[in-house]
């Protein structure tokens, strides 16, 4: 299995045995006035990998923007211990590796390399440690071969890797996935399932893919209405078909 | 089709392919400058231009008729120097006459247009070949070595990453556009000139919206990787001896062809 | 292929090493000083979007539609950047497409991409945004009107500008190049109106905020309001000059001694056109060329890094 942190000295946030992500009471509306978050309060701990699922317009996608703090509302968050403030947010931003739905407006430069590198370089690594850790990144998806390739020149799941390898060069705590398998094909889908399994990275990953989630996550937290309905063990949300009707959602 | 039609890069192992960029992109530029610099009528000057291209070609191992196939890019906007024949300059060659208009070609007027077509025909040659040999990241990478504005360079490779994603979808657009008026195959398509420039313009706005949103979320993917409003970018080429010698002889080459046009 | 060059894209060799030059002198001029106004105004939200957009007219301008007779009717896009970007965005966005174009795909010149930036990149902007920005108050169905009629008079003043550069470089005799352009033109300008109105259309439907009058007037002061109707004018006025008395303006030119200027080589220009330590030799007079080149080129550069000094 690839190592993908080997430098932890870059990122000076300490180890926490409790809760990596802590989200407090998160209230957001739109500049419309659409409110988009009710009050979301979410416990996430180091090691873990969780299913976010729930309808469209449920809130994930803006729920995932603020655990970098791209959209910030009311309520409180913080990563690893640290509260999100202006102070903290480069650092929150390197330790939450966030993967957008639509790789082609995650993969934004003309090749792949430039890509995974964009991440380290805007940290404000050295040169030399850009490279390797562009190299760890692409080795840690198996895209090594696909450095100097041009990204539009990728197929879907090809740009889904990329994309992925683009923030685990960033040496991310906390991955965050968008439709990881959304317009993908059987083969794509299956191989990028083996890839989210091997990564040792705390996952939260949105999807509609509830047979994706039975196989590869132990917790799930579900949305509906920009408020958390129901959190825990993926086994028995899945079983629970009023649940999920209740939510627009099909038992996979 | 899909939109890779764009791509002009042409993968070979080759002397060319591996030149620094900025050898290519200077030595392009000065090949083109030095085109523009030879006096008309330098026959043997624009020959021996013509053969440095075809040694190039030659080099670059696309084959030695690479450039030459794809040459005529420049042929309709020829059109634009015809009327350069009849130059009042110079001795009358020849005259004719359409509709009680008598128009005479020169000499001069003659060797102008020879010159014109021939220069554009080497330049765009230059240029095709720089762009086969070299991939087009790289040659921005030489361009801001060779200090056009951070800023400039930057927009051209957004525009470069995302023309690909926006061609394909006014290709889906024209396809949707296409599939909606199938019903009326054999008629004139739809509607009158200023109907169908509409439904352009409509497809344009369309285009301009999503363009529009999409940068902003391009812009979250960005922040979220660090970017703070200051770009970096990494400095990966840097000039060999074998560059630095490539260079010196192509520019020494170039200056030949100078003095061939200028000596006689 | 869907993408067919616009006609107004000047290959390398039809212009002069002169006329090449002092439009590439201007354009350094213009972008340098859009390079210096976008970073000082605008957010750094604005690379991506200039990016973004800059794909977008380059993906619009394969959006033709038939005229008449096998001519097709083509977007250019400068004036619909400048309007809604506002101009010195778009001027940035301009300059980038037919970079690209140049550069990629050979659709324009290199030597002569300082011209064709300038006939299709800041002229457009000029003439666009200038002449909306003095109608951005007015109702809805005049703005729209005057951005129509600012957009076929970009089109229109661009084929003319190109047209006279073809005849001062001596590639083209005027009493031919400026009719045939402008009739071309005129007809190609009205697909480019319809097209930036159906757009602006829908834009402000969709997005209101994007062209509210306050944005626009942000954009770029009177002093564009100034420059567009100035430049609007002019082309107005020098249009029917040129085709219905062509020998007037060949007249006027050679009085002003554009003409010797435009067509002879550079070293034409330095005085004596030889370089007195090396004699009246060919030697010397390649000497003086070079020197005449390498002179404009250092000016270019200058200019460029002085404005480079100004946005850093």
């Given at each position: 299995m690839p190592i993908v942190h080997p430098s932890p000295t870059v990122l000076p946030l300490p180890a926490t045995p409790g809760a990596l992500l802590l989200a407090k009471d998160l209230h957001f509306s739109y500049p419309d006035g659409h409110p988009a978050l009710r009050g979301i309060n979410l416990q996430l701990n180091e090691g873990e990998k969780v299913a976010l699922v729930g309808p469209n317009g449920a809130g994930k996608s803006t729920l995932m923007l603020h655990l970098n703090g791209i959209l910030t509302g009311s309520g409180n968050l913080s990563v690893a211990g640290l509260p999100l403030t202006e102070k903290n947010l480069p650092l929150i931003r390197a330790a939450v590796g966030l993967v957008f739905q639509n790789p082609d407006d995650q993969l934004f430069s003309p090749t792949v390399f430039e890509d995974v590198a964009f991440g380290p370089l805007h940290m404000g690594l050295p040169e030399p440690e850009v490279y390797r850790r562009v190299e760890d990144a692409l080795a840690a998806v198996r895209m090594?071969?696909?450095?100097?390739?041009?990204?539009?020149?990728?197929s879907v799941g090809e740009k889904k890797r990329i994309a992925i390898a683009t923030v685990l060069s960033m040496s991310p705590r906390l991955l965050v996935l968008d439709e990881?398998?959304?317009?993908?094909?059987p083969r794509a889908r299956r191989a990028l399932i083996h890839l989210l399994h091997e990564l040792p990275v705390t996952m939260l990953v949105s999807t509609h893919d509830l047979a994706m989630v039975r196989e590869l996550f132990p917790r799930t937290v579900m949305m509906d209405g920009g408020q958390v309905v129901a959190d825990g063990a993926t086994a028995d949300l899945l079983q629970n078909q009023a649940l999920l009707e209740a939510h627009g959602l099909e038992m996979p | 089709m899909h939109s890779d039609a764009f791509d002009r890069y042409h993968f070979a192992e080759s002397r060319l392919h591996r030149l620094d960029p900025r050898v290519k992109v200077s030595l392009t530029v000065a090949f083109i400058l030095g085109n523009a610099l030879l006096p008309d009528a330098s026959w043997l000057a624009l020959g021996l231009a013509w053969f440095l291209l075809l040694v190039a070609n030659d080099q670059s191992r696309l084959g030695l008729w690479f450039t030459f196939r794809r040459s005529f890019l420049a042929l309709p906007f020829a059109l634009a120097a015809l009327s350069a024949i009849f130059s009042p300059l110079g001795d009358p060659v020849f005259s004719f006459s359409v509709a009680n208009i008598t128009l005479t070609v020169t000499d001069f007027g003659l060797v102008r247009f020879a010159g014109i077509l021939i220069r554009a025909w080497l330049s765009v040659q230059a240029a095709i070949l720089l762009v086969a040999v070299t991939p087009f990241p790289d040659i921005l990478h030489a361009l801001e070595h060779l200090r056009m504005p951070r800023l400039l360079i930057t927009i051209i490779s957004f525009l470069y990453r995302y023309l690909f994603v926006l061609t394909d979808e006014v290709l889906r657009l024209l396809r949707a556009r296409a599939a909606r008026s199938a019903g009326m195959t054999g008629q004139k398509s739809g509607g009158g000139l200023f109907w169908r420039a509409q439904v352009a313009g409509n497809m344009a706005g369309q285009l301009f919206i999503r363009s529009y949103e999409r940068s902003d979320r391009i812009y979250n993917a960005m922040l979220s990787r660090g970017y703070t409003g200051n770009l970096r970018t990494l400095h990966p080429h840097t000039m060999k001896p074998s560059d630095w010698r490539f260079l010196g002889l192509a520019l020494f080459a170039l200056l030949l062809t100078q003095l061939t046009g200028w000596i006689r | 292929m869907h993408f067919s060059p616009a006609p107004l894209h000047i290959p390398d060799g039809f212009l002069t090493l002169v006329i090449s030059l002092v439009f590439w002198a201007l354009t350094a001029l213009a972008v340098g000083t859009a390079i210096s106004k976008t970073n000082q105004s605008l957010g750094e939200k604005q690379i991506p979007l200039m990016g973004v957009m800059a794909a977008f007219v380059f993906a619009a301008q394969m959006l033709n539609f038939p005229v008449v007779g096998g001519t097709s009717g083509h977007f250019l896009g400068g004036a619909l950047a400048a309007i809604v970007l506002g101009p010195w965005a778009g001027i940035l966005v301009m300059t980038a497409v037919i970079s690209i174009q140049a550069l990629l795909?050979?659709?324009?010149?290199l030597l002569v991409m300082g011209a064709n930036i300038f006939n299709m990149g800041i002229l457009t902007a000029l003439i666009g945004f200038g002449l909306y920005r003095l109608s951005s108050r007015v109702g809805k169905p005049v703005r729209l009107g005057v951005a129509g009629f600012a957009a076929w008079l970009s089109t229109v003043a661009s084929a003319l500008l190109t047209a006279l550069q073809l005849w001062l470089s001596g590639t083209s005799r005027l009493e031919i190049v400026v009719p045939a352009m402008l009739g071309v033109h005129l007809l190609i300008g009205l697909g480019e109106a319809i097209i930036t109105v159906a757009a602006l259309g829908f834009i402000e439907q969709a997005r209101p905020d994007l062209l509210s009058a306050e944005k626009t007037a942000s954009q770029g002061g009177q002093g564009w309001v100034l420059g567009g109707v100035f430049v609007s004018l002019g082309a107005v006025l020098l249009s029917p000059l040129a085709s219905a008395d062509p020998d007037g303006l060949e007249k006027v030119a050679e009085d002003l001694g554009f003409l010797g200027a435009g067509q002879s080589a550079p070293y034409n220009i330095l005085p004596d056109y030889t370089i007195p330590l090396l004699g009246e030799t060919a030697l010397s007079t390649i000497a003086a060329g070079a020197v005449g080149a390498l002179l404009a080129l250092g000016l270019v550069i200058l200019i460029g890094r002085s404005l480079r000094r100004a946005q850093g």
């Open positions: 090594s071969e696909y450095r100097n390739r041009l990204s539009h020149h990728l990881p398998s959304a317009g993908l094909d | - | 795909f050979q659709d324009g010149g």
